[in-house]
């Protein structure tokens, strides 16, 4: 569960909370959130027969909260949600993500009270953290329509870094294909645009940088 330090860092310090876990080197290999999350993989990894169904009834037993809900609860959602990403690459055989994607996790973005803010940022975390393992590429249009719009500036400043990182996994992802995504270029530009703008660290503007280098790279002269 998300720590009251992680919560005032994501207040203060919003870039340097949403930096990519690859980009922050030692100081994440030696928290304890990278300990825990560890020994979690190495225990469904290891466990995997035990382990998948106990995280497929957690998956199941979350619906969409209500934003009157207390804080707590939103965290114990938020824990799951973090759980299921973690497992994917155990879980994509016994569990039906585009389904999920489509019947859930949509709903979840669309609700925009603050308190809600920390299960959204994790949805799209989720997002980014499946496709690249399992995704059917005929969800591919309901996922732009998805994502692009939480690219918004109105958005928490998390939750925008976090969705263009998940939208850079998702035109990395093998079955990209160009012409599904070519409708959403122009929006996407200014999108990623506004935010390297908003942004002000050098790590964070390189981390924007490096989703516009992917998009060029795979749409081309669709830029």
Do not use: C
Request: charged content about 20%.
């Amino acid at each position: 569960i998300l720590s009251q330090e992680e919560l005032d860092k994501w207040q203060d310090s919003p870039e340097e909370y949403a930096a990519p876990e690859d980009a922050t080197g030692k100081l994440y290999m030696f928290s304890n959130r990278a300990s825990v999350e560890g020994a979690f993989l190495a225990l469904v990894h290891e466990l995997q027969l035990e382990a998948v169904p106990i995280i497929t009834r957690l998956i199941n037993s979350i619906e969409v909260t209500n934003v009157t809900s207390d804080v707590h609860s939103l965290l114990v959602k938020e824990a799951i949600l973090n759980a299921t990403g973690l497992a994917a690459f155990d879980l994509y055989q016994h569990f039906n993500f585009e389904s999920w994607f489509h019947t859930h996790l949509i709903n979840e973005l669309s609700i925009t009270d603050n308190r809600y803010r920390i299960v959204r940022r994790r949805v799209v975390w989720l997002i980014g953290n499946w496709v690249p393992i399992k995704f059917d590429p005929a969800y591919y249009p309901a996922l732009y329509q998805t994502l692009l719009p939480i690219l918004h500036p109105n958005e928490d400043l998390v939750i925008r870094l976090t969705a263009a990182e998940s939208l850079r996994q998702v035109i990395d992802d093998v079955n990209f294909v160009v012409d599904s995504f070519s409708p959403f270029v122009p929006d996407t530009m200014q999108l990623l645009l506004k935010l390297l703008q908003d942004v002000n660290e050098s790590d964070t503007k390189l981390a924007v940088m490096k989703v516009f280098s992917q998009l060029i790279e795979q749409v081309g002269v669709a830029v």
